[in-house]
């Protein structure tokens, strides 16, 4: 991340900055202007009270992530007042942490190749205003020439309260926790966004090795040839249609001294998807770049809960392959011999996903874990069913709706989904234990779930989350989401594994 942040606790009207971003409200009922959020009293002040007023003159309005500039006139040290819209405060009248998060990224994304900009919207959630403004800065440069385009804003300062009102060291550490979880974040758009020709099996195991022993994790990574000794034949079977050969890599972080549980991470790591010999048409073919991005982030949130020192022991399986077509690849009609033994009859190349994650399944299984979270870029059933920002999550009924309500608070989406039993013969196989998809086009997110579920075993606390819509971003930026990868579902594993490290 360029961008850096400080923590400032001054008067905001006297912030010496290239501009001073502060939150605006819609009208209240019976007014005709916007009025200024909380923490922007000094501006205000300096501006006689009347900046709410000028504001609504150029046309704000108070609306989520609307962004309206104001030259200042000198009446404030900043050189730009940069209103942003926060949107209706909740039914109790508070101001979401989201909605913080949002207009964070939204003014980040409005100051890019601005020097230094001071921000009053921490006042009312300093790490939401952190992580808003650092996802929302983010910018993947690496393939761009240089000058090409405006660089992500340099400098912001986090306002804190008056004199004599904060805790430093209790917002210096949210300022650090919140910095290293959008670091995360940005680490796996980082790999989502690496165009597949320099991020294959090999290349993605590699980062992740590094990643991981940068912060002390156990690392191991099989090959094509220590994968067939093992007979992990769903990994190998998408494979080996690719002459850039499959990986399986896993991490671990131990949780320190006293784990409180321990949680395996599975991600789906298909680094190009073609389909297979059932091919997929040309058109957005290229989106296929993101099929890994379930596994850029459970290598990013396990190198985050050993940053962060989190106890959870923690074991990330990441199976990567690159599914493509040639005389060498994997056909319908295959049978292939699952990771544990259990055989799966190919009918679609295209449902290969789910092939590999049973074989990382299975091997994750084998560690006794009190938990498995399992995320992937799996079907498009999903985005049929809930679009493009809200994940699909399976699994057991209490541990999936666990992982659902960490998904909506952290602003990242995502809805329970049944299992239901009566798939389960769909996928029933003439000459195998099971097939890898149904004869029909009906559940599809449904019953890549109930497929999964096959390979988990019976009382182990699991859920599936598929982010095939979520993931990557084709439309126009908002709040804090570029286009591309967004790095969803970091914060909610994230999210879940603090929740299993306080409460078991």
């Known amino acids: 991340m360029s961008t850096e942040l400080r923590i400032r606790n001054e008067s905001a009207a006297t912030a010496e900055a290239d501009a001073i971003v502060v939150g605006l409200l819609p009208a209240p009922e019976g007014s005709e202007n916007p009025v200024l959020a909380a923490g922007a009293e000094e501006v205000d002040a300096a501006f006689d009270g009347g900046l709410a007023t000028e504001l609504a003159l150029l046309g704000a309005t108070g609306k989520a992530e609307e962004v309206v500039k104001l030259a200042s006139r000198g009446v404030v040290a900043a050189t730009v007042v940069v209103a942003v819209g926060l949107g209706k405060p909740n039914d109790d009248g508070a101001i979401e942490p989201e909605q913080v998060r949002r207009a964070s990224g939204a003014a980040a994304r409005a100051l890019a190749g601005t020097g230094y900009a001071a921000s009053t919207l921490s006042r009312i959630d300093l790490p939401a205003a952190a992580e808003g403004t650092l996802l929302g800065a983010y910018d993947f440069a690496a393939y761009k020439g240089n000058g090409n385009g405006k660089k992500p804003v340099a400098r912001v300062d986090l306002l804190s309260g008056g004199a004599g009102t904060d805790d430093a060291a209790a917002h210096e550490e949210q300022l650090r926790r919140a910095s290293a979880v959008a670091g995360a974040v940005c680490t796996a758009r980082d790999l989502v966004n690496t165009p597949p020709?320099?991020?294959?099996?090999?290349s993605f195991a590699d980062r992740a090795r590094a990643l991981g022993e940068a912060v002390g994790l156990q690392?191991?990574?099989l090959d094509d040839a220590a994968l067939a000794e093992a007979g992990y034949g769903g990994l190998l079977g998408v494979g080996k249609g690719s002459s850039r050969k499959p990986r399986l890599v896993r991490l671990s972080w131990s949780g320190g001294?006293?784990?409180?549980?321990?949680?395996?991470?599975?991600?789906?790591?298909?680094?190009?998807?073609t389909g297979g010999i059932s091919i997929k048409p040309a058109a957005n073919m290229d989106q296929m770049t993101?099929?890994?991005?379930?596994?850029?982030a459970v290598v990013a949130t396990t190198v985050l809960a050993a940053q962060l020192g989190l106890p959870v022991a923690v074991t990330a399986t990441v199976p990567m392959a690159e599914n493509m077509p040639s005389d060498t690849a994997y056909r319908p009609g295959d049978v292939l011999r699952m990771y544990g033994g259990k055989t799966v009859e190919v009918l679609n190349t295209d449902a290969e996903g789910r092939l590999i994650l049973a074989d990382a399944i299975v091997r994750a299984v084998q560690d006794s874990p009190d938990y498995l979270v399992e995320t992937s870029t799996l079907t498009g059933a999903q985005l049929v069913a809930l679009g493009t920002r809200t994940a699909g999550i399976m699994g057991s009924d209490g541990f999936r709706d666990r992982v659902a309500g960490h998904a909506q608070a952290t602003g990242e989406g995502g809805w329970p989904m049944p299992l239901p039993d009566h798939l389960r013969p769909e996928l029933d196989s003439r000459i195998a234990d099971?097939?890898?998809?149904?004869?029909?086009?009906?559940?599809?997110?449904l019953v890549a779930g109930v497929f999964?579920?096959?390979?988990?075993?019976?009382?182990?606390?699991?859920?599936?989350?598929?982010?095939?819509?979520?993931a990557f971003n084709t439309g126009s930026p908002w709040g804090y989401t570029g286009k591309g990868g967004t790095g969803v579902p970091v914060r909610t594993l994230f999210a879940v594994l603090s929740d299993i490290a306080e409460n078991g």
Not at 290 to 296: F, L, Q, T
Not at 434 to 443: D, E, K, M, S
């Open 290 to 296: 993101s099929d890994m991005s379930g596994a850029a």
């Open 197 to 202: 020709n320099d991020l294959y099996p090999a």
């Open 434 to 445: 099971i097939a890898n998809v149904t004869g029909n086009r009906f559940g599809g997110m």
């Open 257 to 273: 001294d006293s784990p409180r549980a321990k949680v395996a991470l599975v991600g789906k790591g298909v680094t190009f998807d």
């Open 452 to 470: 999964l579920s096959e390979f988990v075993g019976e009382g182990l606390e699991w859920a599936h989350i598929d982010i095939a819509g979520p």
């Open 219 to 221: 690392v191991e990574v």
